[in-house]
């Protein structure tokens, strides 16, 4: 009943940034997580950063101080702001949206840090 859609991926060199956006549409209750997951080749995926619908926020160690995640709750949309990105931040990012037991995920954007 939610469907979520990504966008602002994309090759940026070391050190720079890049805007992740993920509009949720259906079914949107008022009070909800919605946040960003990356899994890399090999790898497990992982939790970024999270958001609550009051603002409250959950970061992973490895990118505290360089990411920002934001939401514009008459809109729907979650944000991630990605800066001094590094090589090990490439990954296929996800967006995800929860309420209660019920979670829902994007179709995932691809980020490549390299020189």
């Known amino acids: 009943q939610v469907q979520l859609v990504e966008s602002g991926g994309g090759l940026v060199q070391p050190g720079g940034s890049l805007r992740l956006s993920c509009a949720a549409s259906?079914?949107?209750?008022?009070?909800?997580?919605m946040g960003w997951y990356r899994q890399a080749p090999g790898k497990q995926r992982e939790l970024v950063a999270e958001?609550?619908?009051?603002?409250?926020?959950n970061y992973a160690d490895s990118v505290k101080g360089r990411f920002t995640i934001s939401r514009d709750n008459a809109k729907n949309t979650v944000y991630l702001q990605m800066n001094t990105l590094k090589p090990e931040d490439t990954a296929v990012y996800y967006c995800?949206?929860?309420?209660?037991?019920?979670?829902?995920w994007g179709q995932g954007t691809q980020v490549t840090v390299s020189s």
């Open positions: 259906g079914s949107i209750f008022s009070t909800n997580v």
């Open positions: 958001i609550t619908s009051s603002g409250r926020t």
């Open positions: 995800y949206y929860g309420f209660r037991s019920l979670d829902y």
